[in-house]
């Protein structure tokens, strides 16, 4: 069984006072693995970020079905959600959102506090965490004292200390550069290979080759998708590239 399926997703908004409506998602359907990679890309208006939304169960869809391990996210109850979240899902954000009155260690242990573990076990979580992404050194810092690349190390941090079933990350690269970006790519290579899923929206077409597969949304649908197979982050690049080439321009079968 599939970690996460999204069948038949359909998502639109209508205005305010019930006037016009807007269908961002008409008829999404994918699977995701355990331990996959996957890398989402798009337009803007494509509808990718409202997928992410109802992934992370921060949105609701108009129809179709979200299940995660088997789960029907939409049987969640409203009280429930913030909870199931914190237990079953990791977020990195294109800006980080660290609190810069907390220390980066209490940042990275936010999410440990709400789920009212005890001092000991986060302790054991962040020692360990710290090591694994190489940055016990900043621990004690602050979010205003550190580096783009060292944030989102932090950001990183926070989301995998919890031990997540997905790590959802919403252009995780966007606000990095060029040394901070190849940092963070082979960074989730890195927790991919030790097991990690990751679903990453990015408009990077770098960001995007470091994955193993790509679905290019648009107009609301899966319109295609690539996988990375034997190829090299350069050769898959150059795929993904072209492929864009034809989502953007109409061209193709």
């Known amino acids: 069984?599939?970690?996460?399926?999204?069948?038949?997703?359909?998502?639109?908004?209508?205005?305010?006072?019930g006037g016009a409506s807007v269908q961002a998602l008409?008829?999404?359907?994918?699977?995701?693995?355990?331990?996959?990679?996957?890398?989402?890309?798009?337009?803007?208006?494509?509808g990718k970020t409202t997928l992410l939304n109802i992934l992370a169960a921060l949105d609701r869809p108009t129809a179709g079905e979200v299940r995660l391990s088997g789960k029907d996210m939409e049987q969640?109850?409203?009280?429930?959600?913030?909870?199931?979240?914190?237990?079953?899902?990791?977020?990195?954000?294109?800006?980080?959102?660290?609190?810069?009155?907390?220390?980066?260690?209490?940042?990275?242990?936010?999410?440990?506090?709400?789920?009212?573990?005890t001092y000991p076990q986060m302790a054991g979580?962040?020692?360990?965490?710290?090591k694994r992404l190489h940055i016990s050194d900043l621990l004690k810092k602050y979010p205003y004292e550190i580096s783009g690349g060292q944030k989102q190390r932090a950001a990183v941090a926070r989301a995998l200390i919890t031990?997540?079933?997905?790590?959802?990350?919403?252009?995780p690269t966007g606000a990095l550069d060029s040394k901070a970006t190849d940092g963070l790519l082979q960074l989730f290579e890195e927790v991919n290979l030790m097991g990690q899923t990751i679903l990453m929206v990015t408009h990077s077409v770098k960001a995007a080759s470091h994955a193993g597969?790509?679905?290019?949304?648009?107009?609301?649908?899966?319109?295609?998708?690539?996988?990375r197979g034997g190829n090299s982050c350069e050769q898959f690049y150059t795929r993904i590239a072209d492929s864009l080439t034809v989502l953007t321009t109409g061209g193709g079968d």
């Not at 008409?26 to 494509?46: H, L, N, P, R, T």
């Open 76 to 117: 969640i109850k409203e009280r429930d959600l913030a909870a199931f979240r914190r237990e079953n899902l990791g977020f990195v954000f294109q800006e980080f959102n660290l609190l810069d009155t907390f220390s980066v260690e209490d940042n990275i242990l936010l999410p440990l506090v709400l789920q009212g573990r």
């Open 26 to 46: 008409s008829d999404v359907s994918f699977s995701v693995e355990q331990g996959e990679y996957v890398a989402i890309m798009g337009e803007s208006g494509s």
């Open 1 to 17: 069984m599939p970690l996460l399926e999204v069948t038949n997703l359909k998502k639109v908004y209508t205005t305010r006072f």
């Open 125 to 130: 979580a962040l020692e360990t965490i710290a």
């Open 213 to 227: 597969r790509v679905l290019f949304i648009k107009d609301g649908q899966v319109f295609h998708q690539l996988y």
């Open 163 to 171: 031990q997540p079933q997905i790590l959802l990350a919403d252009e």
